[in-house]
């Protein structure tokens, strides 16, 4: 509880008066007490007990034009509110800070993941917008398979290359009992570093790489990296993560990691503690999967013994600073030529095809809402969560054998238009 | 105390135990207990206890490279840093929060106040920058003096509009009992642009106008009102303000009151909760400062009718977002035509001799680090706390007549060096 306010000058009777003596030593005695019985069970020395004022309804974020909509500032009623703006957890992180980013941040979602522990305080509202964002109900359960030998092949054709130019997956992975990088002291940002550049100085073989830290990297390495398009920028302060507070104390505690062949990629401390990257040119999704499974679980092997664990939950999965990334945030992707399947159907066309029958989403050459040029686009898994990491990848990698198969029909002249509608 | 966290599926004996019943039953007796005396106190109505994990010095931030430098970042030590960070005001905003301006925003101080409570939970470390701001000892007074009628206009010539073109004060006003813009809930900028807005409606005669919110205007009065130059924008992401906080939900509450002849401007929840604004074409420094003075006293008198008072300290004086701008924030300010000074001494040498001789800053035509056109210069008191407003408008006055005494010397041929050398 902060010291009570020195009158100002011209303060009177208006200011608040001081509680009856004899109740007044009372509760600052049972406080003594707590405080001694803390401090007998070590308590005290990682938590303090502070007195903030409650919030009500009254601070409700309506009656304004945000600058930008988010499912969180269309779905958010008054009562949810009220029922999670007095519930903060212990890195102080308010309901309130983690609402922000959904009506300052330009954000699908607008709703940040500060920490495991929030997310257990404000769970009915977190399992409702989650429900709203992906389509998994409360009751589900979120299952991981990294095994890439569970991923059937069988349907990929023998000239893949001559369609697929490149293959990536990536996912986020944060360990637990720290703060997510919304609500991250220094210290832990700066811990998670730590375990994580530990855990990748143990990789070898093809993962054997070297991690360069924004903040102590040289010259030459910072152009090295940016020739490479390795190099992640600091979010723009329109950006999801810059109005949640993830984005405090730029560049401090993040870095890049790379393999020496630069196929094996992980950012840390940006958007989530770590994000995992595994590409190649080529459409061998076995290979790109099982690289990324193996640098996550030689990590996890590292960070396990020194007694951490990744964050999970059996219904959310995998934790992230961001609402549309939980569950597996796997993101699996191909850069496909498909120039005659969008001759006769046009891009909106394939993307409509994508999302609506491949569970898939499709983006033009230079990612959302840009051209396809000559053909090529960007496929990915559209969900995130409620399927396991193979059965995106599947999907997938089905989507893009169904999508090749049209375009040779197409190439030869055949009219896909009646096989697009029958699907 | 959030409630404990669910133990994950890949969780083992490492996650936390719980506490011993006996133990754990009497702490949450005495938790239970104290709940409900604070119940029946009414505390519980409006504040809440929380526990939240300290921070120790490891959290200091160093070793990184700040996108800015800041009088915050040069002078903050790691011992000063401990003394504060676990200190939590009502409104939950943290010692770290008040310093993050400091690295990431472009800012001289770096150091946000984010209520009146926080400046005297973390009084030795406001008091020991604001003196490495400002020069004013720690155990130094500030008075108030707003009498227009103890401003001496003798040495004011005759012809003081031919090289006066525009005379400008200005200072902030903060409510005692809600947060300053960076810290202040939703529901307190709205409290707070209603008793404003409610007090500025009270004013007659010459400071009769309309008050119009950024968040309800209409387009045409938007244009209006750009036309006009009196339209603040949304502070940029680098701004001391968006970096402390005080730009969250944009534009809610936030607007502007000119009076009719647009001479009197109110800046609502900008960077303060209310910066006050009198100007005028020519140098009439007493009428200027007489309908400042009246227009922050009309609005101090409704606010004292419902029970509020302005927030004011006797050391600290007037409360302000930031740290440079806490005292008078009193910023008086004339454009004044000097350019045959300008071209013996060249600007650097009147800028030079305003900050050293005559507690003046000299500016450009257009701000900090512009050309004087045609020898056009902005000048304004140096200082802000220690001096009363009088005072202050005084040393811009005196100075101002010196400089036009200089410049009069100039035009007729005289040589100002040898006068500037031995001031």
Chains 1, 2 share one sequence.
């Not at 800070?97 to 495991?116: E, H, K, V």
């Not at 890049?256 to 080529?282: A, C, P």
């Not at 092997?301 to 597996?328: E, P």
């Not at 053909?375 to 995106?392: A, C, P």
């Amino acid at each position: 509880m902060p010291p009570a306010l020195p009158a100002p000058a011209s303060a009177s009777a208006s200011w608040p008066r001081p509680l009856p003596n004899s109740t007044a030593s009372v509760v600052s005695s049972l406080n003594s007490r707590v405080a001694a019985i803390e401090a007998d069970l070590g308590i005290s020395a990682a938590q303090q007990t502070i007195s903030i004022n409650k919030v009500d309804v009254s601070n409700f974020p309506k009656n304004f034009r945000p600058k930008y909509e988010s499912l969180t500032s269309k779905i958010l009623t008054p009562e949810m509110y009220a029922a999670n703006c007095n519930l903060v957890g212990p890195r102080n992180y308010t309901f309130d800070m983690a609402i922000q980013c959904g009506y300052d941040g330009r954000s699908g979602t607008g709703m940040a993941i500060p920490d495991q522990e929030s997310y257990y305080l404000w769970k009915d509202w977190y399992d409702f917008i989650i429900d709203k964002c992906h389509g998994h109900p409360p009751d589900a359960k979120h299952f991981t398979d990294l095994d890439s030998s569970h991923v059937d092949i069988s349907r990929l054709p023998a000239d893949l290359d001559k369609y697929c130019i490149s293959t990536r997956i990536r996912a986020a992975r944060n360990i637990s009992g720290y703060g997510l990088p919304p609500a991250s002291t220094r210290s832990e940002r700066r811990e998670v570093r730590d375990l994580i550049v530990e855990g990748l100085a143990g990789l070898t073989g093809e993962l054997k790489g070297k991690y360069f830290g924004l903040d102590t990297m040289s010259p030459a390495e910072e152009k090295q990296l940016q020739d490479d398009h390795f190099l992640f920028q600091m979010p723009d302060p329109n950006a999801m993560i810059f109005a949640c507070g993830g984005v405090r104390d730029w560049p401090d505690a993040r870095g890049i990691y790379h393999n020496d062949d630069k196929t094996f990629l992980v950012w840390v401390n940006e958007e989530d503690q770590m994000r995992v990257i595994s590409m190649q040119k080529g459409g061998n999704v076995p290979e790109v999967f099982k690289r990324f499974a193996l640098g996550i679980n030689e990590v996890e092997k590292v960070i396990n013994a020194k007694g951490k664990i990744y964050m999970y939950d059996d219904h959310l999965g995998q934790f992230s600073s961001c609402v549309s990334n939980v569950g597996t945030g796997l993101r699996a992707s191909m850069h496909i030529l498909l120039p005659k399947i969008i001759d006769q159907i046009g891009q909106d066309g394939l993307e409509a095809l994508c999302w609506n029958k491949l569970e898939m989403q499709c983006r033009g050459t230079g990612g959302e809402h840009t051209k396809a040029i000559g053909g090529r686009v960007d496929l990915s898994n559209q969900k995130r969560i409620g399927k396991t990491e193979v059965e995106l990848v599947q999907i997938m990698t089905d989507g893009v054998c169904t999508l090749i198969e049209l375009e040779k029909i197409a190439e030869k002249g055949g009219d896909i238009k009646a096989r697009v509608a029958a699907m």
